[in-house]
């Protein structure tokens, strides 16, 4: 094989899990780093850069890094990686004075952002520092978009919300409230706008057709419905509520019904767990407060009698399951579930009555906008899509990945660059080490599992609609999970010309993951290792051909949990213990990454 | 500060008959400098105990004093051992002998432990052909005192400061030889694929084995002008019976009558498939050569020397070599712990009829 190109920016990269996962890279183990040392307010920081809301992430963020977490690879639990985010936003200073103003002098671009959800707060977020007059269109008369209207507050609390928005709009974006944009053409006919970016949602419920789903008012959509509680509309519900569907949406459904006075609360599934949508930590919610999952259950009709639901009528099946795919299905009988209520819960659709049709923003037969997934524009130049708005519902962090992605597109449109080309990213590396087996960081690894957040007492939380049920780790817990973390971006680095074959690094991995043989194909390399690869799609580190023998080291970058004991044990430092820091590139007001941050010292 | 080695390992590490892996038979963190060939050896020494599949409890250890003789601390942590005073590992390891010879016997030594100040001990261990594996950690200086020449340094190699040694060394190889050991037996720590199988067959020896092992001493006798370095080992090492080196297939131990029943020609590569199906690369010795041969083996290793080539593998093996020690000493086949009280002290009325003959 070839010696590896590490200096291709992904390189390292990729070696972070949780970075490479994360929608919008937040650096992940450098700001656990900082929680570690006790410096929230930086932490905080590093998060916000990236990721724009620590404190509702940290609250409700789909978390695409925990799976990926390298820590679930030599144990069954990956780090808390969002709830120490949410320990980095509970205890931080004051930021206001942290927080890039609108400069005085702007720079004569105006910009609209349609909808006030995460996407396009983004979008301002990115461009108002660098002198754009953007102006964000709200149709209700609240921000925050479906985190304000479908998240419960018991999840994630108004005022987390208020903060974090609040500190977007105080750099100098324009608010309109209550001013539904009725259309597009309208808004741009005046050419009061150089660019439009629709980060308006994905806000249609889907519908189910069955037999009797419009005789009652009984029958509710999910979103609507929940919408309608968040604002104050709906304050009861009955004692026996069926949920259709098993998505994130369906258990925010059933345990806001549980807080309005349901009794006796079921959630309908028609595949069996292993299919189920919902965050595995909802579902555990979920069923700790008391809500019943039956599964197979297809529903049928909807029974209503005098203009009120009576029950409901479901075929009862069963799978074979190959490979872990359903290859059948068999009906195995009928059941009706008496309740008063029916909350429909299975998806969500774009929908843009608002947009006509001959602006030159086209739209597939789904009625999906035709949005570039580099670049976010439509196919009219200076309309931009991100958020659920652009592919369907997805969930916030994708929102402000979106949302980062667009303002370069801005950016760049504005300034007559052409869109495509995109600024790179970059990665520099600094040794850590400080003398013999003496580092700059704590490599020990910390055998502790992790931590579990504590709740408020079931009884206590069904008292209000908005009581906030997860309370944050405590400062104990804190400390131990922050441990956990291997700080795989405190990279091997390996210096061929200086290794003398000593063996040393091959004898202490503790995962076996270092081999030295002879060069040869990928094939014939992967047959020789120490330890046989996991994950053929995670690359090899191979070495230059050695002095003294010709032969490579090899290295297994996805089994490694970065003890550092190879560059500890290495007698010429031909391996190092390298701090990477990956430079995600943003709306900047030059094009050359890497000049973030400047004045934090790193952890 | 020294980080443990963490608990956390392969997902598939293999298992061995007892159901143990390979990080079962590790032991203590090791304090020896970075890169030291011992390490390597201690590595080695783990691997091979784990294919055995020795009980861990059943395995003693012992040692004298050095860098090489620290090393008994860094495998098998649930194993006896007892670390001895400089150069008396093999006195401690006879007494042990004779009260217990059920055990698997391990020495780890240095060739200052064992060549200047322990070679008496050494070489009457090999006359009494102790039931051990002895194994010399040799690196040309004295590691644990800042690396003075050692018994077993070359004429002409030089020290750290630039000094040449003068005076000619002891080869613990030719030593064995000469003093009748049944198994004689030389490595290199860093070729695995080669030492781990020579150290499972000198712990399967019946008898006295000795590996003496190249094991580079990376602080004070790894620069230019030392015969004992990595890059002069790797050079003048001539392995007899070489395991693939570059491919680091996992080779068993073969035993020498299987390796000259293959029909090979002079400087040939040959291939043996073992009994699992892998194979092994073995380099032909000069025509006659016979690891049964004693003074043939004598004869051609000295030989080597003098070309300034260390023979390595397999040099000598006759598991009927050698006396019996328990018979010359008519020792207690029952291991003494497990004699009853009476028998391990006969008492008072017993001890007055003994010293009655004296008198
Ligand atoms: C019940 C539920 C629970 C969820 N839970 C989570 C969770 O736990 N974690 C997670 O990460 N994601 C979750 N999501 C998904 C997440 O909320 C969305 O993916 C995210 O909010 C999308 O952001 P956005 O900016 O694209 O759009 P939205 O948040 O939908 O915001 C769009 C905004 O645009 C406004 N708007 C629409 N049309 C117009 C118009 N014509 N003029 C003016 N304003 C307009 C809307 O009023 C709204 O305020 C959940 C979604 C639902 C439905
Ligand atoms: C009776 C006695 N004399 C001298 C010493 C000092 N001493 C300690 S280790 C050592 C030499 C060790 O050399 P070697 O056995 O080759 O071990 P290495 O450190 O090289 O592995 C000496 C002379 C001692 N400990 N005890
Ligand atoms: S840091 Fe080095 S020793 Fe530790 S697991 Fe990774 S490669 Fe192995
Ligand atoms: S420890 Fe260092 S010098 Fe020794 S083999 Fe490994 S990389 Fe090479
Ligand atoms: S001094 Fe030499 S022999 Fe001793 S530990 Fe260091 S490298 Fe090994
Ligand atoms: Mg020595």
Same mark, same amino acid.
């Given at each position: 094989m070839e010696p590896t190109d590490t200096g291709e920016p992904d390189y390292y990269h990729r070696v972070v899990d949780c970075q490479w996962a994360c929608p919008a890279h937040t650096d992940v183990p450098e700001y656990i780093r900082l929680i570690a040392q006790g410096r929230?307010?930086?932490?905080?920081?590093?998060?916000?850069?990236?990721?724009?809301?620590?404190?509702?992430?940290?609250?409700?963020?789909?978390?695409?890094?925990?799976?990926?977490?390298?820590? #679930?690879?030599?144990?069954?639990?990956?780090?808390?990686?969002?709830?120490?985010?949410?320990?980095?936003?509970?205890? %931080?200073?004051?930021?206001?004075?942290?927080?890039?103003?609108?400069?005085?002098?702007?720079?004569?671009?105006?910009?609209?952002?349609?909808?006030?959800?995460?996407?396009?707060?983004?979008?301002?977020?990115?461009?108002?520092?660098?002198?754009?007059?953007?102006?964000?269109?709200?149709?209700?008369?609240?921000?925050?978009? !479906?985190?304000?209207?479908?998240?419960?507050?018991?999840?994630?609390?108004?005022? *987390?919300?208020?903060?974090?928005?609040?500190?977007?709009?105080?750099?100098?974006?324009?608010?309109?409230?209550?001013?539904? *944009?009725?259309?597009?053409?309208?808004?741009?006919?005046?050419?009061?706008?150089?660019?439009?970016?629709?980060?308006?949602?994905?806000?249609?419920?889907?519908?189910?057709?069955?037999?009797?789903?419009?005789?009652?008012?009984? *029958?509710?959509?999910?979103?609507?419905?929940?919408?309608?509680?968040?604002?104050?509309?709906?304050?009861?519900?009955?004692?026996?509520?069926?949920?259709?569907?098993?998505?994130?949406?369906?258990?925010?459904?059933?345990?806001?019904?549980? %807080?309005?006075?349901?009794?006796?609360?079921?959630?309908?599934?028609?595949?069996?767990?292993?299919?189920?949508?919902?965050?595995?930590?909802?579902?555990?919610?979920?069923?700790?407060?008391?809500?019943?999952?039956?599964?197979?259950?297809?529903?049928?009709?909807?029974?209503?009698?005098?203009?009120?639901?009576? #029950?409901?009528?479901?075929? *009862?099946?069963?799978?074979?399951?190959?490979?872990?795919?359903?290859?059948?299905?068999?009906?195995?009988?009928?059941?009706?579930?008496?309740c008063d209520d029916v909350i429909l819960a299975i998806g969500q659709e774009n929908a843009f009555p608002w947009i006509e049709r001959d602006l030159g923003v086209e739209f597939d037969r789904w009625h999906v906008p035709k949005v570039d997934p580099v670049t976010f524009q439509s196919t009219r130049a200076g309309v931009f899509f991100g958020g659920d708005a652009a592919f369907g519902p997805k969930n916030i962090i994708w929102a402000v990945e979106h949302g980062h992605q667009a303002a370069i597109s801005i950016h760049r449109h504005c300034q007559g660059l052409p869109v495509t080309e995109r600024p790179a990213r970059g990665v520099t590396l600094a040794s850590r080490k400080m003398g013999i087996r003496e580092w700059s960081y704590k490599n020990d690894y910390n055998p502790v599992e992790r931590r579990l957040v504590p709740h408020v007492a079931l009884a206590e939380r069904f008292k209000k609609l908005k009581i906030e049920v997860e309370l944050g780790f405590n400062p104990e817990q804190t400390a131990l999970e922050?441990?956990?973390?291997?700080?795989?971006?405190?990279?091997?680095?390996?210096?061929?010309?200086?290794?003398?074959?000593?063996?040393?690094?091959?004898?202490?991995?503790?995962?076996?993951?270092?081999?030295?043989t002879a060069n040869g194909?990928?094939?014939?390399?992967?047959?020789?290792?120490?330890?046989?690869?996991?994950?053929?799609?995670?690359?090899?580190?191979?070495?230059?051909?050695?002095?003294?023998?010709?032969?490579?080291?090899?290295?297994?970058?996805?089994?490694?949990?970065?003890?550092?004991?190879?560059?500890? %044990?290495?007698?010429?430092?031909?391996?190092?213990?390298?701090?990477?820091?990956?430079?995600?590139?943003?709306?900047?007001?030059?094009?050359?990454?890497?000049?973030?941050?400047?004045?934090?010292?790193?952890? | 500060m020294s980080t443990p080695k963490p608990k956390v390992a392969h997902p598939s590490l293999p298992r061995n008959s007892l159901g143990l892996t390979r990080r079962d038979y590790e032991g203590g963190m090791s304090t020896l400098c970075a890169g030291c060939g011992h390490d390597s050896i201690t590595a080695a020494i783990v691997e091979a105990c784990w294919g055995l599949s020795l009980e861990p409890h059943r395995l003693v250890k012992l040692s004298g004093i050095g860098c090489s003789s620290k090393t008994t601390a860094y495998?098998?942590?649930?194993?006896?051992?007892?670390?001895?005073?400089?150069?008396?590992?093999?006195?401690?390891?006879?007494?042990?002998?004779?009260?217990?010879?059920?055990?698997?016997?391990?020495?780890?030594?240095?060739?200052?432990?064992?060549?200047?100040?322990?070679?008496?001990?050494?070489?009457?261990?090999?006359?009494?052909?102790?039931?051990?594996?002895?194994?010399?950690?040799?690196?040309?200086?004295?590691?644990?005192?800042?690396?003075?020449?050692?018994?077993?340094?070359?004429?002409?190699?030089?020290?750290?400061? #630039?000094?040449?040694?003068?005076?000619?060394?002891?080869?613990?190889?030719?030593?064995?030889?000469?003093?009748?050991?049944?198994?004689?037996?030389?490595?290199?720590?860093?070729?695995?694929?080669?030492?781990?199988?020579?150290?499972?067959?000198? !712990?399967?020896?019946p008898g006295f084995a000795l590996i003496d092992v190249l094991s580079p001493c990376v602080t004070f006798n790894d620069h230019e002008g030392s015969t004992k370095s990595y890059a002069f080992t790797r050079e003048h090492y001539h392995p007899a019976v070489e395991a693939d080196f570059h491919s680091g297939a996992a080779a068993d131990f073969i035993a020498p009558a299987e390796s000259i029943s293959v029909d090979y020609r002079e400087g040939e590569e040959v291939v043996v498939p073992l009994h699992d199906g892998s194979h092994v690369h073995l380099k032909k010795l000069d025509p006659g050569f016979d690891t049964s041969d004693r003074a043939a083996a004598y004869a051609y290793i000295a030989a080597k020397l003098k070309e300034g080539q260390y023979v390595t593998g397999l040099l000598h093996a006759d598991p009927a070599a050698g006396g019996d020690l328990h018979a010359a000493n008519r020792t207690s086949a029952t291991p003494l712990n497990r004699l009853p009280f009476e028998r391990l002290s006969p008492g008072a009325a017993k001890l007055a009829s003994l010293m009655a003959r004296y008198r």
């Open positions: 929230f307010t930086d932490a905080y920081m590093v998060n916000r850069e990236s990721n724009v809301f620590p404190g509702i992430l940290g609250r409700v963020c789909d978390r695409p890094c925990e799976p990926a977490c390298r820590r #679930g690879r030599v144990e069954e639990k990956p780090v808390a990686i969002c709830r120490l985010k949410r320990v980095a936003a509970d205890h %931080r200073d004051d930021i206001a004075g942290l927080l890039p103003k609108a400069p005085a002098q702007r720079n004569g671009k105006r910009i609209a952002c349609i909808g006030a959800g995460p996407a396009s707060l983004t979008v301002a977020n990115d461009l108002v520092p660098l002198g754009y007059a953007v102006t964000v269109y709200e149709q209700y008369g609240l921000t925050g978009g !479906l985190m304000r209207t479908n998240i419960p507050a018991f999840r994630l609390p108004a005022d *987390v919300l208020d903060d974090e928005i609040g500190q977007i709009i105080g750099m100098g974006a324009e608010l309109k409230l209550n001013a539904p *944009v009725k259309s597009l053409k309208a808004l741009l006919g005046g050419g009061a706008y150089d660019a439009v970016f629709v980060g308006s949602g994905a806000p249609k419920g889907k519908e189910l057709d069955v037999p009797g789903r419009n005789e009652s008012n009984r *029958v509710h959509l999910g979103i609507d419905w929940l919408h309608a509680v968040a604002f104050g509309h709906v304050q009861s519900i009955g004692a026996r509520v069926l949920i259709i569907g098993v998505g994130n949406t369906a258990m925010d459904c059933c345990r806001s019904s549980l %807080r309005l006075g349901a009794q006796n609360v079921k959630v309908m599934a028609r595949k069996s767990r292993e299919f189920f949508k919902a965050s595995e930590w909802e579902l555990e919610d979920a069923e700790s407060e008391g809500v019943e999952i039956l599964v197979n259950h297809s529903p049928q009709a909807i029974v209503t009698a005098d203009g009120k639901v009576t #029950g409901m009528l479901f075929k *009862v099946l069963e799978y074979d399951l190959a490979d872990g795919r359903i290859v059948a299905e068999r009906t195995v009988g009928e059941r009706l579930i008496p922050v441990q956990r973390c291997l700080n795989c971006d405190i990279q091997t680095v390996f210096t061929a010309p200086l290794c003398i074959e000593c063996d040393a690094c091959i004898d202490i991995c503790p995962v076996d993951c270092l081999t030295m194909t990928e094939a014939e390399i992967s047959g020789r290792l120490k330890a046989p690869r996991r994950d053929l799609t995670s690359p090899l580190y191979v070495s230059a051909a050695l002095k003294q023998t010709g032969r490579v080291m090899v290295k297994d970058e996805d089994l490694c949990v970065h003890c550092g004991l190879c560059a500890e %044990r290495c007698p010429t430092a031909a391996w190092d213990m390298q701090k990477s820091t990956v430079s995600i590139p943003h709306a900047t007001s030059d094009e050359t990454p890497c000049q973030k941050q400047a004045t934090r010292k790193s952890a | 495998f098998v942590g649930e194993a006896h051992g007892f670390n001895g005073v400089h150069g008396r590992m093999a006195s401690v390891a006879t007494g042990a002998n004779a009260a217990n010879r059920e055990l698997t016997y391990i020495g780890v030594s240095g060739d200052g432990d064992s060549l200047s100040i322990g070679l008496g001990q050494l070489a009457h261990a090999m006359r009494r052909n102790l039931n051990m594996l002895y194994l010399i950690e040799n690196n040309g200086v004295y590691g644990l005192t800042k690396g003075q020449f050692s018994a077993s340094a070359d004429v002409g190699t030089k020290s750290k400061k #630039g000094d040449a040694n003068t005076q000619p060394p002891v080869d613990p190889a030719l030593l064995a030889l000469s003093l009748g050991a049944g198994f004689v037996a030389r490595g290199f720590s860093g070729d695995k694929p080669q030492l781990v199988p020579l150290i499972r067959a000198g !712990l399967s020896h």
